[in-house]
């Protein structure tokens, strides 16, 4: 059984930091893309940054310098550090991983990450 954890949401200040980490079990994840998504209230979930076995990563122009996607392949873990965090980043953060197409993703429960002004 596939299951993919997320934790490290939390509540924060404009400006602060958090860490999400993702811990992904059940099979092997070899050259498997795994990245993080966010939905918040009322909106739809949108895809905030990626990264592939070997490490190439991509996000999304507004997080752009603020957050960093990095894995460790033998944890079969992703993480994202999100730094200078503002109101705007409120949302459910949701880990995924995939192999090809995105809509085949394994998806985690998701974590809350509040900003507050």
């Known amino acids: 059984q596939v299951q993919l954890v997320e934790s490290g949401g939390g509540s924060v200040q404009a400006g602060g930091s958090l860490r999400l980490s993702c811990a992904a079990s059940g099979r092997t994840f070899k050259n498997y893309v795994m990245g993080w998504f966010r939905q918040a209230p009322g909106k739809e979930r949108v895809f905030v940054a990626s990264i592939s076995w070997s490490g190439d990563s991509t996000w999304v122009n507004s997080v752009k310098g603020r957050f960093t996607i990095s894995r460790d392949n033998a944890k079969n873990t992703v993480y994202l550090q999100m730094n200078s965090l503002n109101p705007e980043d409120t949302a459910v953060y949701y880990c995924?991983?995939?192999?090809?197409?995105?809509?085949?993703?394994?998806w985690g429960q998701g974590t809350q990450v509040t900003v507050s002004s």
């Open positions: 995924a991983a995939w192999y090809g197409n995105p809509s085949s993703a394994y």
